[in-house]
Every structure is written in C-alpha cells, then in structure tokens.
C-alpha cells in the first residue's frame, strides 16, 4: 500500500466510511465531539473529494475484494453456461414412492435455461417495453405553394 498522509481521525472517517457506506454516520463516529448531523454531512462530503482520502479509500477498497465474490463477467459466464445446457448439478430424483436418489452431473432443467436467457437478456436489455430514442431532426419545409399549379 502507498503510505498516505492521513490524519487519525481522517484514517477512521476513511475506515468507517468503508464499513457503513455513509459519509455524515462515518464522520459522527470519527469525530464524536460533533454532535450536528449538518456538520458532519457537510464536512464527511468534504473529505470525501479529499485526494489522500479519496485514494486511501480506494486502495482499501479493492485491497477488500474477495475472490469469494463473482465478479459481472463471471456471473454471465454461469448464467450462459446454464442457458446452454453446459453447467451441471446434482439433482435429488424420485425413484420410488417415498424413495429419493441423488442424480450427479444432471443437465440444467428447461426452466433454469428460460431463467438463464432471462437473466442475459435483462442484462442487455432485450426486454426493455419503453425504448429511449434520442435524435436530432431538423425540420425541411417544402414550398408547396408554387405558381405552375394546375388547380385554376
């Protein structure tokens, strides 16, 4: 980590800030001699555009992603897998009345690859009912009031 020049207490705001997600709780905790929520909104905004701050943050942040966690690319990657039939699982399978057995390798079911599609396809948007179109148009008027009108 690249040594920041923190105060204590920036350090703290900066720590809680990363445990709750809120600048004005963050600030109240790492100052508690402020009692005034405003106080400590404003200035928790002010450290937050702070550079030291800002990038102590950041460094901390992703020093705290998990490999445990999936990542966008990784959640698609599942969700096509699945869509395509290619993931496996174990599936409990009735063999009997009242007599279950433990498939291994069993294939998606149609409605965990419907679900799959469905999923991929919110992500592109492909369901979307409300389309936002933005163009510019400029308007051509055409002279139709010419003299060599045949109306008369």
């Known amino acids: 980590m690249i040594e920041r020049k923190l105060t204590v207490k920036q350090q703290a705001f900066a720590d809680f800030y990363i445990e709750l997600g809120n600048a004005t709780e963050a600030y109240l905790k790492a100052y508690p001699n402020v009692k005034k929520e405003a106080t400590a909104r404003a200035n928790g905004s002010r450290l937050l555009t702070n550079a030291n701050v800002k990038a102590y943050i950041d460094e ?28 496996t699982a174990a599936t409990l399978r009735s063999i009997d009345v009242g007599v279950q057995k433990i498939e291994e390798n069993m294939p998606p079911t149609m409605t965990e690859r419907i679900r799959a599609a469905e999923l991929i396809g919110k992500r592109h948007g492909l369901w979307i009912d409300k389309q936002e179109i933005n163009a510019t148009v400029t308007p051509v008027f055409v002279d139709d009031i010419s003299g060599d009108s045949n109306d008369s």
Request: proline content about 0%; hydrophobic content about 40%; charged content about 40%.
């Open 60 to 87: 901390r942040m992703e020093e705290l992603k998990s490999e445990r966690v999936a990542d966008q690319q990784e959640v698609l990657e599942t969700l096509t897998a699945i869509l395509r039939g290619d993931a």
